[in-house]
């Protein structure tokens, strides 16, 4: 998710190593007060409004964003910010001019990635991505082909994916692959692929009208005040079980409350025992994966392991 604290993570990352390639998927709004701003979201997954004042005097006092090689801002009237962007040190930075819809954002960012990673150059994938929507069988999306703008084409027609990435400076493999990247420093980002595996059910189909109550819930967990357990209830048949999958989707996204990291307990017993029992086996099972995952010595039960420690605590507070 793009929230203010992602954001900041990047903009240090970018200070530190060079040959980042960032892409910002967001909502943006414009008034005549306070002109325009990026909507975030907050640890909650609600609105949260970066207004160009704010984020001009966020960039000075970040250093500048000269280590970002490609920036593309998926979210409507970009234009605006993609020369603030430019003016604080990024190379080349893509985006949109107007109001566009989310159906034809995924169409650009689909067949522009795509010609990159096939090794076209920057600016040809720019091109060919909009060639794209010119011939799309939707006519909305033909038209708004040309809402898509590139700022920076000084020396787009020799950059490869490659060379964005700083492969050409770090003398090894290909981006995407990051054998060089440092990863040391990625180590507080969640990667996309962690997200596809959770494990949890699909999302309910049609389900609607639930927005207010997922945020409501969200926002019991959060903050110094916040909960560490809630209990939905009410008669059968009203879609509890539909709420808590979605619920659980949504708060597990990468970025948000509880980034990917869901556990699915099935309870089919009513004595308070057999749940204590069940969930005791779901924390020990939970720890082993964590010890795994962590590396840590198979055998070792001392409460010096923190991972190892998590099943009888949540036992105890179940």
Same mark, same amino acid.
């Given at each position: 998710?793009?929230?203010?604290?992602?954001?900041?993570?990047?903009?240090?990352?970018?200070?530190?190593?060079?040959?980042?390639?960032?892409?910002?998927?967001?909502?943006?709004?414009?008034?005549?007060?306070?002109?325009?701003?990026?909507?975030?979201?907050?640890?909650? *997954?609600?609105?949260?409004?970066?207004?160009?004042?704010?984020?001009?005097?966020?960039?000075?006092?970040?250093?500048?964003?000269?280590?970002?090689?490609?920036?593309?801002?998926?979210?409507?009237?970009?234009?605006?910010?993609?020369?603030?962007?430019?003016?604080?040190?990024?190379?080349?930075?893509?985006?949109?001019?107007?109001?566009?819809?989310?159906?034809?954002?995924?169409?650009?960012?689909?067949?522009?990635?795509?010609?990159?990673?096939?090794?076209?150059?920057?600016?040809?994938?720019?091109?060919?991505?909009?060639?794209?929507?010119?011939?799309?069988?939707?006519?909305?999306?033909?038209?708004?082909?040309?809402?898509?703008?590139?700022?920076?084409?000084?020396?787009?027609?020799?950059?490869?994916?490659?060379?964005?990435?700083?492969?050409?400076?770090?003398?090894?493999?290909?981006?995407?692959?990051?054998?060089?990247?440092?990863?040391?420093?990625?180590?507080?980002?969640?990667?996309?692929?962690?997200?596809?595996?959770?494990?949890?059910?699909?999302?309910?189909?049609?389900?609607?009208?639930?927005?207010?109550?997922?945020?409501?819930?969200?926002?019991?967990?959060?903050?110094?005040?916040?909960?560490?357990?809630?209990?939905?209830?009410?008669?059968?048949?009203?879609?509890?079980?539909?709420? *808590?999958?979605?619920?659980?989707?949504?708060?597990?996204?990468?970025?948000?409350?509880?980034?990917?990291?869901?556990?699915?307990?099935?309870?089919?017993?009513?004595?308070?025992?057999?749940?204590?029992?069940?969930?005791?086996?779901?924390?020990?099972?939970?720890?082993?994966?964590?010890?795994?995952?962590?590396?840590?010595?198979?055998?070792?039960?001392?409460?010096?392991?923190?991972?190892?420690?998590?099943?009888?605590?949540?036992?105890?507070?179940?």
């Amino acid at each position: 998710a793009a929230t203010a604290g992602s954001l900041t993570k990047l903009f240090a990352l970018a200070r530190s190593r060079r040959g980042l390639v960032l892409h910002l998927s967001a909502h943006a709004v414009k008034t005549e007060e306070r002109g325009l701003g990026l909507v975030l979201e907050d640890p909650s *997954g609600g609105p949260h409004i970066l207004w160009r004042s704010r984020l001009e005097e966020f960039l000075i006092a970040s250093g500048g964003l000269r280590h970002i090689s490609l920036l593309v801002l998926s979210a409507c009237y970009s234009e605006e910010l993609a020369q603030v962007f430019i003016e604080h040190g990024c190379k080349h930075v893509l985006a949109t001019r107007e109001k566009v819809h989310d159906s034809t954002a995924r169409r650009f960012s689909t067949q522009f990635y795509y010609e990159m990673a096939t090794n076209n150059n920057l600016l040809g994938a720019w091109r060919s991505a909009m060639q794209a929507l010119l011939i799309d069988p939707d006519g909305t999306t033909a038209k708004e082909a040309e809402h898509f703008t590139f700022y920076g084409q000084h020396g787009a027609d020799g950059a490869s994916l490659d060379t964005l990435c700083g492969a050409d400076l770090m003398g090894a493999g290909r981006c995407h692959g990051l054998p060089w990247a440092g990863q040391h420093h990625l180590r507080h980002f969640v990667e996309g692929s962690s997200f596809l595996d959770l494990g949890l059910p699909s999302r309910p189909e049609n389900f609607h009208g639930r927005s207010p109550l997922l945020h409501s819930l969200a926002r019991t967990f959060y903050g110094p005040k916040g909960r560490r357990a809630v209990v939905i209830h009410g008669p059968r048949g009203i879609g509890k079980s539909a709420f *808590g999958v979605e619920f659980a989707h949504f708060v597990t996204a990468p970025g948000r409350l509880f980034s990917c990291s869901p556990l699915l307990v099935r309870l089919g017993a009513a004595d308070p025992g057999e749940l204590v029992a069940a969930l005791e086996e779901e924390c020990d099972s939970l720890s082993a994966r964590l010890s795994a995952s962590l590396g840590l010595a198979a055998g070792r039960r001392g409460c010096e392991e923190p991972a190892l420690c998590l099943a009888p605590r949540l036992a105890a507070a179940a």
